[in-house]
């Protein structure tokens, strides 16, 4: 359940199930992955007209106003030693992807130096980038350390991301507990956390270089050590044989005959998060292998992609109307099956681009399109821009 083949295959088991009238909760209609493709292939063509399109990551939201808030601070920092800026990236990346559960149609961030007001992950990330900027997160800046993480409390978090009454943020306390679980997990594991020097998250980059070969990492070793590292910090998840299993859930429609039976793994913050370290390991000089080994990210944006063009329409539409827990079979399926049908529609964008798997990777296909499509659509359809189903968010999912 640990791995990105289990989110594939029991994503494509769960859409099969749909293909054939068995899921009771959705109704699929694979002739609209055709004009779901051309809308990604446009948006992406309308955002990157040179297809030079980056891979999906949280350091595509550190970029305010054309300026890298991140490569400016990185540029001008004096670092201690050549492996410095990695571990740095590294705890930014897990810091902020950690914060990245959805914030809610209120809530706008004011960045101080810039002046932009921005909202969503975006928002999210300018915040916790200035946080992490201040030491907020340490005794220095630049840098996390599990004794402060440990420490965090929904009011500083409150501080940091200038919530108040008229500027609500959804899981707040979610958050804070959720940062300080990650500091007390970097204490408890020295072994994955502190190959060099004190505990901190940023540590897990050391831990990547030891397990590349030769100077080569594959993708989806960056997830499993996110998924064995991290797996402890998420709240109120279930575990198999004392493993907490992270962001996986029950669904009775997948059967096994062992304990896996009816698991549905899904790791979206962890495949967020590992995508989101390739481009740091790559400029320490790791070469990233394997990129299409993680899957899709079974989010909201992606997923109401799917449900707003129709591929996707729930049963009872009723389902569209109410708010929904995030362990319900009914957002377990439409999570899985938008893994699956995200693998489906990638080889239809890049046809319609005239580019190849190799030079197209889903990573691409993610930033280029697919993601940003389903925002357009949710701006579109409503006037808050939400997504097509109301989830209810603890701050460490959505």
Not at 108 to 134: H, K, N
Request: net charge negative; hydrophobic share 45%; with cysteine.
């Amino acid at each position: 359940m640990l791995t990105a083949a289990a989110v594939r295959e029991r994503g494509h088991e769960m859409l099969s199930l749909a293909e054939d009238g068995i899921l009771a909760d959705w109704r699929l209609d694979l002739s609209r992955l055709e004009p779901a493709a051309d809308l990604v292939a446009q948006v992406t063509r309308e955002r990157f007209p040179s297809l030079q399109v980056p891979f999906h990551a949280r350091w595509r939201h550190f970029v305010l106003q054309d300026r890298d808030l991140w490569a400016e601070t990185a540029a001008r920092t004096d670092w201690p030693d050549p492996a410095e800026p990695a571990r740095a990236a590294f705890d930014l990346a897990i810091v902020s992807v950690l914060l990245d559960a959805g914030a809610g149609m209120a809530w706008r961030y004011r960045d101080p130096e810039t002046g932009a007001i921005c909202a969503r992950s975006e928002g999210l990330a300018v915040a916790s980038l200035r946080m992490f900027e201040a030491g907020a997160f340490s005794d220095m800046p630049y840098a996390l350390r599990a004794d402060a993480l440990s420490a965090v409390t929904p009011q500083a978090l409150a501080a940091g991301f200038q919530i108040s009454a008229d500027n609500p943020l959804v899981g707040v306390e979610g958050r804070a507990a959720l940062l300080r679980r990650l500091g007390d997990q970097t204490r408890a594991r020295p072994d994955l956390f502190a190959l060099r020097g004190d505990p901190r998250p940023g540590g897990l980059y050391d831990l990547l270089v030891r397990r590349s070969v030769e100077g080569r990492l594959p993708a989806t070793a960056i997830l499993e050590a996110l998924l064995e590292a991290l797996g402890p910090i998420w709240p109120n998840r279930l575990s198999l044989k004392g493993v907490p299993l992270g962001d996986t859930w029950r669904h009775p429609a997948l059967r096994r005959a062992d304990e896996t039976d009816e698991l549905v793994p899904l790791h979206k913050l962890s495949q967020w998060l590992a995508y989101s370290l390739i481009e740091p390991l790559e400029a320490a000089g790791i070469t990233v292998t394997d990129i299409d080994g993680l899957t899709g990210l079974a989010e909201y944006r992606n997923g109401g992609l799917f449900v707003d063009m129709g591929v996707l329409t729930p049963t009872d539409p009723a389902d569209l109307a109410r708010r929904h827990e995030v362990s319900e079979p009914f957002i377990v399926a439409w999570r899985a099956m938008t893994v699956a049908l995200l693998d489906r529609i990638a080889p239809m964008v890049r046809e319609r681009l005239g580019v190849t798997a190799e030079a197209f990777p889903l990573a691409r296909v993610l930033e280029g399109g697919a993601w940003a499509a389903g925002r357009r659509l949710a701006a579109e359809a409503r006037a808050d821009g939400g997504p097509p189903l109301a989830i209810a968010s603890d701050g460490a999912v959505f």
